[in-house]
């Protein structure tokens, strides 16, 4: 049997730290497109450990990571 595949889609992985470099968790990593595929939009959010992986990035796009506080509130 063979199988041959295709790339369809990239990831990004990282680990997000304070500047006294300890983990944070909650914070959403956003990798958005840029000029004429800045309609091109995918997040992850940090896990305890910091880390954090965004998946479904499209090749051939440039894509720049913004950083952003997840916050959840329990009413």
Same mark, same amino acid.
């Given at each position: 049997?063979?199988?041959?595949? =295709?790339?369809?889609? !990239?990831?990004? !992985? $990282?680990? &997000?730290?304070? /500047?006294? $470099?300890?983990?944070?968790? $909650?914070? &959403? &990593?956003?990798? &958005?497109? @840029? $000029?004429k595929?800045?309609h091109? @939009?995918?997040?992850?959010?940090?896990?305890?450990?910091? @880390?954090?992986?965004?998946?479904?990035l @499209?090749?051939?796009?440039?894509? *720049?990571? =913004?950083?952003?506080?997840? *916050? =959840? /509130?329990? *009413?």
């Amino acid at each position: 049997m063979d199988f041959s595949g =295709h790339r369809v889609a !990239y990831s990004a !992985y $990282g680990v &997000v730290t304070s /500047l006294n $470099g300890e983990a944070e968790e $909650g914070i &959403v &990593v956003e990798a &958005v497109g @840029q $000029g004429k595929c800045s309609h091109f @939009q995918e997040e992850s959010s940090s896990e305890a450990s910091g @880390q954090f992986r965004i998946r479904g990035l @499209q090749p051939e796009v440039n894509f *720049l990571l =913004h950083l952003r506080l997840f *916050l =959840h /509130l329990d *009413l």
